[in-house]
């Protein structure tokens, strides 16, 4: 991996799910000192568009921008296009969307100025193995999982988003190269609607490279108090700067 791709000395992105662009810059001025970045989707992308992520990336936080292309070749690689225009350092599409639409996404961005990660997701963590066949897929989500993981990165992806419970076997698989970015990441008791957790220790410890923390921070009381106890957390572990 080129030494000129973007790196993160700090594993704990914060997920900034909401559409009004003056309470998300108010957020993460308070998150700023305790994050490696913010993760940044379609609820906030459909409302504020790419001036909006203009001016999230003037806050100085590395963006991720969970954009989760999904169309035929050209159509992403149209959208890569105006990706790479924006401050973003990673961005991610379906690895289901196949070979050459992850090929035309990842020559896009590893021919522009900033170099963005593209970063395949492979099976929705939403998803259940009843919904898997009813789509008419076959096997576990984990084998689905590592299938869709080995495709992406044939296709020069350089990572996945996984959930928690696969970063273990996807390192194990993939060896100590691609970035493993991980949600559905839970400091302590609360679940909210994520069924299968780790804590952030356990996560970095296993080989995510980043952890997207969402209400776990947000929706503390003290969100800044939260993401430090996060950040103080990964001290020591292995993986975490
Ligand atoms: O609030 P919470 O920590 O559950 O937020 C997790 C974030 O990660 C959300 O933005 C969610 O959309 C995203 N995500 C996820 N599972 C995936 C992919 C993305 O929870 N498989």
Redesign the pocket.
Not at 212 to 216: A, L, N
């Given at each position: 991996m080129s030494e000129t791709r973007p790196t993160f000395a700090n594993p704990v992105f914060c997920?900034v799910?909401r559409p009004d662009l003056d309470g998300a810059i108010d957020l993460v001025r308070v998150l700023q000192p305790h994050l490696g970045g913010i993760?940044l989707?379609l609820e906030f992308f459909t409302a504020q568009g790419p001036d909006g992520i203009r001016r999230m990336g003037g806050l100085g936080l590395p963006i991720f921008l969970?954009a989760k292309l999904h169309d035929i070749p050209n159509t992403v690689a149209g959208a890569m296009r105006g990706v790479v225009g924006l401050p973003v350092a990673m961005v991610t599409l379906h690895a289901a969307g196949g070979s050459a639409m992850m090929r035309a996404a990842v020559e896009i961005a590893d021919a522009s100025a900033r170099r963005p990660l593209v970063l395949a997701?492979t099976v929705?963590?939403s998803l259940d193995e009843g919904d898997l066949v009813a789509t008419g897929q076959r096997g576990t989500a984990t084998e689905q999982a590592l299938r869709l993981a080995e495709l992406a990165l044939a296709a020069g992806c350089h990572g996945i988003?996984c959930?928690p419970m696969e970063v273990a076997v996807m390192r194990r698989e993939f060896g100590g190269v691609p970035r493993l970015v991980v949600?559905?990441v839970r400091p302590n008791s609360r679940q909210?609607d994520?069924k299968r957790t780790l804590d952030p220790a356990e996560a970095v410890g296993a080989g995510a490279d980043i952890v997207?923390?969402?209400?776990?921070i947000t929706a503390e009381p003290d969100p800044a108090a939260a993401a430090l106890a996060i950040r103080a957390s990964l001290d020591g572990v292995a993986g975490a700067a």
């Open positions: 997920a799910d993760k989707g969970d997701v929705l963590t988003v959930s949600p559905g909210d994520q997207v923390i969402g209400r776990p």
